[in-house]
């Protein structure tokens, strides 16, 4: 979440801090509680939308089938 952009962050396991989001998301006029929505819409159809859900699956399976090929993927992108 791009906080202000496409949503409102909070803190992790604390209530006061999500009841402080949504009275903020609430306090805000609609135009700009619609252009957060919209842009929230936008990031998850760009970043999730079906078909790259679908092909990650498809690779996931790729990889379970040929264990050598996603280690060698690994192999030259280490996990920090």
């Known amino acids: ?3 202000g952009v496409n949503g409102l962050l909070c803190s992790v396991h604390d209530a006061v801090s999500l009841r402080d989001a949504i ?7 609609s135009e700009q509680r619609e252009a957060m929505g919209r842009a929230g ?3 998850m ?16 399976i790729r990889d379970i089938e040929r264990p050598e090929a996603s280690q060698a993927q690994f192999a030259h992108h280490p996990v920090p």
């Open 1 to 3: 979440v791009a906080n």
């Open 23 to 29: 009275l903020a998301f609430m306090a805000l006029p």
């Open 41 to 43: 819409r936008i990031k």
């Open 45 to 60: 159809e760009r970043e999730y939308g079906v078909d790259l859900v679908i092909a990650a699956y498809r690779q996931a």
